[in-house]
């Protein structure tokens, strides 16, 4: 296989529209949801809704080896650190009204310092295309935009692959958690991944959450980027590099 053939485009993957087939989780059919006080919701499948509520007190979980993310109208929010020093976030509670979509994926576990992140990211690509089963694909908007207000959330993770991203447009302006293995940054290279990023623009504002971390094992290229750097959250030495290199 030739490397144009082994490469894929964002800007392509990004205009399939969010209809999720066997490749990935099914969509139930649901309008309203309301999670009390004491209650727990456990979603089984990726379920689009009108409305949810979550009172305080209330648990929206997912089943044993996955992960939730809430997008709403394609934007993730309502995702927060379950705790200080904690990798597991969790819905907050409040009322969602819109496009909402409880997205049901795989969690993809990364372990560093004896801890173990779930990363939940909007599209992941291994070495054979993209993983429906580890992609948010409700978080993939039109025009090659990836928009995050919660917690510890990445836009792209490119595994093992070579990957182009064309003019990806990636905001996320919540916390991330630990930039020594990326989590919450808008693009992340790893095992040898080969990727090229060409005309981004990244606009990240919250702590720890890098425009882009590649690993040692994975080279990168990018070209005419446009990004902004994260707050601090490390001392500058050791803080990943704030624009793709």
């Known amino acids: 296989m030739s490397f144009k053939q082994r ?22 059919d649901s309008t309203r949801r309301t999670v009390g006080a004491g209650e727990t919701w456990v979603v089984a499948s990726t379920t689009r809704l009108s409305a949810l509520t979550l009172a305080a007190g209330g648990t929206i979980a997912a089943p044993a080896g996955d992960v939730l993310t809430l997008t709403v109208n394609g934007v993730e929010q309502g995702s927060k650190l379950t705790a200080t020093g904690g990798t597991t976030t969790a819905i907050v ?35 054979t295309g993209v993983v429906e089963a580890r992609s948010v694909r409700a978080a993939l908007l039109p025009g090659g935009r990836i928009v995050s207000t919660g917690e510890a959330f990445n836009g792209v993770y490119v595994d093992g692959a070579t990957y182009t991203l064309k003019n990806p447009r990636i905001s996320l302006k919540g916390n991330g958690r630990n930039d020594f293995v990326g989590y ?6 790893n095992s040898g991944a080969r990727l090229t990023v060409d005309g981004a623009v990244i606009d990240n504002q919250g ?21 902004t750097p994260p707050t601090g959250c490390c001392p500058p030495t050791t803080c990943p590099p704030s624009t793709p290199r």
């Not at 819109?98 to 070495?127: I, K, M, N, Y």
């Not at 702590?207 to 990004?227: E, F, G, I, M, N």
């Open 7 to 28: 490469t894929a485009v964002l800007a392509f993957a990004l205009a399939i529209p969010l209809v999720l087939t066997t490749a990935g989780p099914a969509v139930a």
């Open 93 to 127: 509670p409040g009322t969602y009204r819109g496009d909402v979509v409880v997205s049901v994926t795989e969690a993809h576990d990364v372990s560093f310092g004896g801890l173990t992140f779930p990363f939940r990211q909007a599209l992941f690509v291994g070495p």
């Open 184 to 189: 919450g940054a808008a693009v992340v290279a």
């Open 207 to 227: 702590r720890c959450a890098p425009a882009s971390w590649p690993t040692a094992a994975a080279p990168w290229w990018s070209r005419t980027p446009a990004s």
